[in-house]
C-alpha cells in the first residue's frame, strides 16, 4: 500500500523537480496529482514516462490525500497549506511561511530527522532555504565532532532561486551584451546580473542584513543548534543552476583539515571532492541534476584556533528544494505514515 502525493506548484521550476524526484526515488505512490492555480490547469507535466495533467488548486479537494509537496510561495501556502492540513493531508512546504514557527518542524533530514516528530501539531513540516539547506548538511557532522560555535559564510546563489523569469532574465541580457540593440533592462533583479554579481536577495533588514542571510541565521539555529553564532552575505551571481558558499567554522574543540575531510567522507548526503590541484574541486555546472552536496577546499584557517575553510555546492532546485521536501516525505513515511 502506498500514498496518495499532491504536487502543488506543478508548473513552476522546484514543482517540476519534485515530480522529477518522485519518479527517480521510485517514491511509493499509488497516485500522485499535480496542482496548480486555475491560469495552469489542464496542462500538462511529466511524472517519470507517464504524463499529468494540472488540476486547479482552488478546486481540489485534499481529503484522502496522505502527503502535499507545497511549491508556490509563501501567499500561496498561507491560503491553502492549512486547508490541506485540515482535511488530514501533511503538508511539506518549500516556502518561508512556517520555517520559524514553533509548531512547525524544519527539517533537513540527514542533520535533525528526529524533529519529524513534531509535524502533528499543526501537520505541516517546512523545508529550509535553499542556502541553508546545503550548509547544514556539511556543518552538522563536524558540529558532532567538535561543536561549531561560529560560522562565516558568503554564498554565491544561482538565479534558478528567483525562478524562471530570473533564469531568462539572464539568457536574454547575456545575448543582448553581444547583439546591439537588443539590450535588456533589469526587471527580475534591481541591477544587470548578465557578467555580474549582485550583492543583494530578498528585501533589505533594518540592521542593513538582507531576508536571505537573515534566513541563514535563524534556519541554521533551529535545524543545527540554537548556540550556534551565524553571520551571511548572500551575492546572486550569473550562473542558471547551482548554490555555492565559502564557509569558515570555527569549534569549541580541535578539528583539522584531514579529520573533516574524513568526517564529511561518511557522512550521508555529502561526496567529498577536495584534490589541491588545478580543477580537484567541484563547481555549480558540475552539481546540477545531482542529489548530493559536495564539498571541496577543506583547509585550515590559519588565521584562527579551531577553525576551517570549506567550498560548498549544491544544486539549488534539488537539495536546496525538490530532493529535500521528498527526503522529508521518505522519512515521514518510514517513521509516522508507515504505508509504503
Not at 129 to 151: F, I, Y
Not at 159 to 169: C, F, L, N, R, Y
Request: proline content about 5%; aromatic content about 8%; hydrophobic content about 40%.
Amino acid at each position: 500500500m502506498g500514498y496518495r502525493v499532491a504536487v502543488v506548484g506543478a508548473t513552476g521550476n522546484v514543482g517540476r523537480e519534485l515530480l522529477n524526484i518522485l519518479a527517480e526515488r521510485e517514491f511509493p505512490a499509488t497516485e500522485v496529482a499535480a496542482l496548480a492555480s486555475r491560469r495552469s490547469a489542464g496542462t500538462e507535466v511529466t511524472f517519470g514516462d507517464d504524463t499529468l495533467t494540472v488540476k486547479d488548486l482552488e478546486q481540489f479537494d485534499f481529503t484522502g490525500w496522505d502527503i502535499a509537496l507545497f511549491a508556490i510561495g509563501s501567499d500561496g501556502s498561507k491560503t491553502y497549506a492549512p486547508k490541506a492540513a485540515k482535511a488530514g493531508c501533511v503538508v511539506i512546504d518549500n516556502s518561508s511561511l512556517y520555517r520559524y514557527d514553533p509548531d512547525v518542524p524544519l527539517i533537513v533530514p540527514e542533520v535533525n530527522p528526529d524533529a519529524i516528530e513534531g509535524y502533528s501539531k499543526k501537520n505541516i513540516i517546512a523545508n529550509p532555504n535553499c542556502s541553508t539547506a546545503q550548509m547544514v548538511v556539511a556543518l552538522k557532522p563536524l558540529h558532532d565532532r567538535a561543536t561549531v560555535t561560529r560560522v562565516v559564510v558568503s554564498t554565491y546563489q544561482s538565479v534558478s532561486g528567483s525562478g524562471k523569469s530570473a533564469m531568462d532574465e539572464l539568457w536574454n541580457q547575456t545575448k543582448g551584451v553581444y547583439v546591439p540593440g537588443q539590450e535588456v533592462e533589469p526587471k527580475v533583479y534591481p541591477k544587470q546580473i548578465a557578467f555580474n554579481v549582485i550583492p543583494h536577495i530578498d528585501v533589505f533588514m533594518d540592521d542593513g542584513s538582507t531576508k536571505e542571510e537573515w534566513k541563514m541565521v535563524a534556519e541554521t539555529k533551529k535545524i543545527v543548534d540554537p548556540k550556534i553564532k551565524v553571520t551571511a552575505t548572500c551575492v546572486r551571481v550569473p550562473v542558471f543552476v547551482g548554490h555555492s558558499e565559502a564557509i569558515n567554522v570555527e569549534f569549541e574543540q580541535p578539528l583539522d583539515a584531514d579529520e573533516a575531510r574524513d568526517i564529511l567522507r561518511q557522512s550521508p548526503g555529502i561526496v567529498v571532492v577536495d584534490k589541491r590541484e588545478d580543477g580537484g574541486y567541484v563547481t555549480p555546472i558540475e552539481c546540477v541534476g545531482e542529489y548530493a552536496t559536495y564539498v571541496s577546499r577543506i583547509r585550515d584557517d590559519q588565521t584562527r584556533d579551531n577553525a576551517l575553510n570549506l567550498w560548498c555546492v549544491s544544486d539549488n532546485l534539488r537539495k536546496g528544494a525538490a530532493l529535500n521536501a521528498v527526503q522529508i516525505a521518505e522519512l515521514l513515511g518510514r517513521r509516522v505514515l508507515k504505508k509504503g
